[in-house]
Structure formats: structure tokens, C-alpha cells
């Protein structure tokens, strides 16, 4: 978890504010790599926001002497190192306290990070479906989108950002409505509507030119429950009616899977957790981030999360799934 530092006065805070409220200074962000268990107490009485027990509360210092709270399923001893071993197969799964930027790039770290140089084309693919304000969350967070372009443009200046309307509502109104098409105008990017532009036969599937020529499809949806997000947002790389024809004539499974064939080993998925939307159309936080290079898991892992599904046997990395997850239907 990183810390923010004044400066000046070297006063510091666990969440980033813009300057100093003494000295009207920047602030510095202090990394930390290393965690260190101070305190340890079992709990045993359930909560709606933490429903399995028992669990441990911990108090964790890094080695710039910060201390914070930190939950885990598992007992740990004073004095113990908090560590994560990084791996491509996991989906990773990290809380978002105060700070997406710092998520986001702890969930790819946690993935063994992005092949990402100078020269390579990034494909973004945020979750655009309805205009409306972003507390609804309906789509992707102007918040979120940004954090993702503020960490890929650290590696490259070659992105896109891209999406396409599967039903009435016109793209360029749900972009302005969101907030999104704001944060593509503050970094000077101009989103693309796949649907005007060029498709390419691959098997039974129309797949737009775009992601095609992409190095990186950057899979960026908001996940809502009960629902398979990060796999419905992957639908919008094919043509509309192609889409439309092949569910109708086949099956949504045969698109999954010819999907998975040609763009899965391409695609990356971050995917917005933090607050989300019920199938009361209700908001619950979670305050989370995960990502994968298999969309397919991220939404087998949300919906173990979230109590829907139990026992994927997925691996995972970074925040223990009991300790995160929620009773979504009682909150």
C-alpha cells in the first residue's frame, strides 16, 4: 500500500490528496515493497462486509515505518513478511483503497505485467453500453479509464481506445454521457467506433481490423453481478450482426469459444471492481481490481466473489478470495 509524503513538512497520509494542507506542497509517493506483521487478532463475529470467519485482523508495517490494517484468512506470526508470488496463469486480485493508478499496477505486476515497449499498439476496451452519469455504472469509470492510460502511457504512446453499441443507443452520446470521451480528450485520443470501421473474417467470426492489428487488447470492463462482464465486453471487437446472427443461429457459447481461439492469447484483461452495479441496478462496493490474461476466469473469479458460484479451482494471486468476498444479495 503506498503512503503520500509532503515535501516539505514530510507530514504523510495513506491516501493521495492533491497538496499538503500545511505547506500547499505536492506530494510524493512513497513505494513500498516490503510488509512486515506488527499485530495479529482473530475475529470470529460476521459482518455484511466480511461474512466468513474467522479471519485475522493484521497490523502491517512497511519499511518506511507506515503501518496500516490488512485482513487475511490465514493466521500470521509477529514479525512475518507479507509477500506475492507474480504468475501469467492467475487472475490477481488486490483492493483499490484510495488510488486506482496503484491498483492497477499491483494487479499487473501480480500477472507478471504487461509485453509492453515503446513500439507496441494497445487496443483499450472499456465498457461502453448506455449514456449515462458514471455513478451509475453502467460503464466503465472516467476515474478508471484514466488510472488504465496514465499506467500504459509510462510504456507507450501507441493506444487506442475503442467500442461499439450492440443495441439503439448511439456510442458518441453514451462516451459524452459517461465521461469517458473527456478523459480520451484530456489525453488528446480520439475513440474510435469499431462499427465504422473495417471487419475481418476469421473462422465463423467478423473481427474488427483493429484489434487485429493490435499488439494488446486491453480488456477493461466494469464488472456488475451476476453478470459475465469481461467476457461480454470482448464481444464488441465482432461485427454487430455478425454477433446477432450467430447467437441466433448457434449458440453464445460457439462465439466464446471461437473468440477464445483467435484473441485470447492477445488479450488482457484489468477489470473494474470497486463499486458495482446488482441486477437491482443497485450499486454495492467492493472496492476491488483484478485482471487476467483469460477473461473467461475473471468472471468465474468475480462471481465466486460474490457468492454467486463456489469452487472454480482458478488460480489466484494476491487477495485470498474469502478474504474479499461478499454476501452481494443481503448488502
Known amino acids: 500500500m503506498p503512503f503520500y509524503q509532503c515535501k516539505k513538512c514530510k507530514k504523510t497520509w495513506a491516501y493521495l490528496i492533491k497538496e499538503c494542507p500545511f505547506c500547499f506542497e505536492s506530494l510524493i ?10 499485530a495479529c487478532s482473530k475475529i470470529n463475529i460476521p459482518t455484511l462486509l466480511h461474512p466468513k470467519v474467522p479471519y485475522f485482523a493484521l497490523v502491517i508495517e512497511d519499511e518506511n515505518g ?14 512475518e513478511e507479507i509477500s506475492f508470488v507474480p504468475n501469467n496463469n492467475a487472475v490477481a486480485i488486490w483492493r483499490n483503497k484510495y488510488d486506482f493508478e496503484e491498483a492497477i499496477e499491483k494487479v499487473i505486476d501480480l500477472i507478471n505485467g504487461l509485453p509492453l515497449n515503446e513500439s507496441s499498439n ?28 496514465n499506467v500504459l502511457l509510462k510504456k507507450t504512446k501507441n493506444i487506442k481506445i475503442a467500442g461499439q453499441s450492440f443495441n439503439d443507443n ?7 454521457k459517461s465521461g469517458l470521451l473527456d478523459v480520451c ?3 488528446d485520443m480520439t475513440p474510435i467506433d469499431l462499427a465504422k470501421n473495417n471487419f475481418i473474417k476469421q473462422n465463423k467470426l467478423e473481427i474488427s481490423e483493429e484489434a ?3 499488439d494488446i487488447i486491453l480488456n477493461i470492463p466494469i464488472m456488475k453481478i451476476n453478470k459475465a462482464s469481461a467476457t461480454d465486453n470482448m464481444f464488441k471487437i465482432i461485427s ?7 447467437k441466433y443461429l448457434h449458440s453464445e457459447e460457439l462465439i466464446i469459444n471461437e473468440l477464445s481461439e483467435i484473441m485470447l492469447n492477445k ?4 477489470a473494474e471492481a470497486d463499486v458495482v452495479q446488482g441486477h437491482d441496478k443497485f450499486n454495492r462496493y467492493l472496492g476491488l481490481v483484478l485482471a487476467g490474461n483469460n477473461y473467461l476466469n475473471v468472471d468465474k473469479v468475480f462471481d465466486e466473489i460474490t457468492m454467486n458460484k463456489e469452487g472454480n479451482n482458478i488460480p489466484i494471486v494476491g487477495r485470498n478470495i474469502k478474504e474479499v468476498q461478499h454476501n452481494t444479495e443481503i448488502l
Open 29 to 38: 509517493k512513497l513505494e513500498s515493497n516490503q510488509m512486515k506483521v506488527i
Open 66 to 79: 507506515n503501518k496500516y490494517a490488512y485482513k487475511s484468512i490465514t493466521e500470521k506470526k509477529v514479525g
Open 122 to 149: 494497445i487496443l483499450v476496451l472499456p465498457t461502453l453500453i448506455s449514456p449515462n452519469h458514471s455513478y451509475f455504472r453502467e460503464n466503465t469509470s472516467p476515474e478508471f479509464l484514466d488510472a488504465i492510460l
Open 170 to 176: 448511439p456510442i458518441e452520446l453514451s462516451a459524452q
Open 185 to 187: 480528450l484530456k489525453h
Open 212 to 214: 487485429i492489428n493490435s
Open 240 to 246: 454487430k450482426d455478425n454477433y446477432s446472427a450467430l
Open 267 to 270: 488479450t488482457i484483461t484489468i
